[in-house]
């Protein structure tokens, strides 16, 4: 797996449009012998949720499968393509949630950053939708 770049903690800022929203904290961990990468996140917002997803890949076909879970209770599953460089996360068929929307997101890693955005579209013919981006910034920690 190509997760190493990811493992360690990070300092993740939203571009919400309020300007004075404090960053959260993440991080990625390898769990269970290796055979599972954990990534917990702590969102110090009223309303928004903290999470924790786990990261599995299938022995037989190498795909790889992003386990959401949030303080709301929402447990959700995307697809995941990651290759060191490009992480996509898709969910459009539902799952342990109603779908009421499509959902994703598209990062970029690069020199300690991982550059993306969340994306959502009404319907499985409506086009994608920025709904906020993310910046992580490796810590110092």
């Not at 917990?40 to 386990?67: C, K, L």
């Amino acid at each position: 797996m190509s997760f190493g770049v990811l493992v360690g903690e990070w300092v993740v800022e939203a571009d919400f449009a309020d300007p004075d929203v404090p960053a959260g904290r993440s991080v990625f961990a390898w769990d269970l012998d290796g055979r599972f990468l954990v990534q917990r996140t702590e969102i110090p917002v009223a309303g928004a949720p903290d999470s924790m997803a786990v990261i599995a890949v299938d022995p037989e076909s190498g795909a790889y499968t992003y386990h959401y879970f949030d303080s709301r209770g929402v447990v959700r599953t995307y697809a995941m393509r990651f290759d060191g460089v490009e992480w996509l996360l898709l969910r459009e068929t539902a799952d342990f949630s109603p779908l009421s929307f499509r959902q994703r997101f598209v990062g970029r890693v690069g020199d300690g950053v991982i550059q993306g955005a969340w994306e959502l579209a009404k319907d499985e013919s409506a086009p994608w939708e920025r709904d906020f981006g993310l910046t992580y910034r490796r810590s110092g920690r």
